[in-house]
């Protein structure tokens, strides 16, 4: 499993003798846990209920993991700048596809910036400010792709 960080944590959750999910304390419980991830205060394992508590965290952690993946095909340079270039002999002058390629961009980045408000894990944060960092770069090319082309319009 992922090793994530888990935030908000008590005493016992911390130390690993409780579920970081209900709280359900293993030594005077029956429960069978299994180590689910970090505690971020000294990186200590952290555990959770074999059934059902840990399932819930693997469902969460794909469902957080499909929402990026569908986050970053929205906006990713590879394909769009290979989708366009199919079109055009000079990506360069494909205002539109370039424009198109921005407000992906840029929608991309509002994604990032609402589910930055709600993750409070190390490992999600470090995903969405690399996606961030890539989507404002490819957004300031493009817009000054943009830019330059209603320049030259403009001069024409
Ligand atoms: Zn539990």
Known sequence: MLDRYFWH???????????????????????????VGRSPADESQVFACKEPCAGRIADETERMARDMRALADGG???STDGEHAAECDDPVFCVDGHFGSLLRDLRALAGAEAL??????????????????????????????????TKENGEE
């Open 76 to 78: 990713g340079p590879e």
């Open 116 to 149: 930055l408000t709600t993750s409070d894990e190390i490992a999600t944060i470090r995903f969405l400010l690399a996606l961030t960092a890539r989507h404002a770069e490819t957004a300031m090319m493009r817009a000054r792709l943009v830019l330059a082309r």
């Open 9 to 35: 944590l008590n005493g016992p959750q911390a130390d690993g003798m409780a579920c970081v999910v209900c709280g359900a304390n293993f030594l005077t419980s029956k429960i069978t846990s299994v180590p």
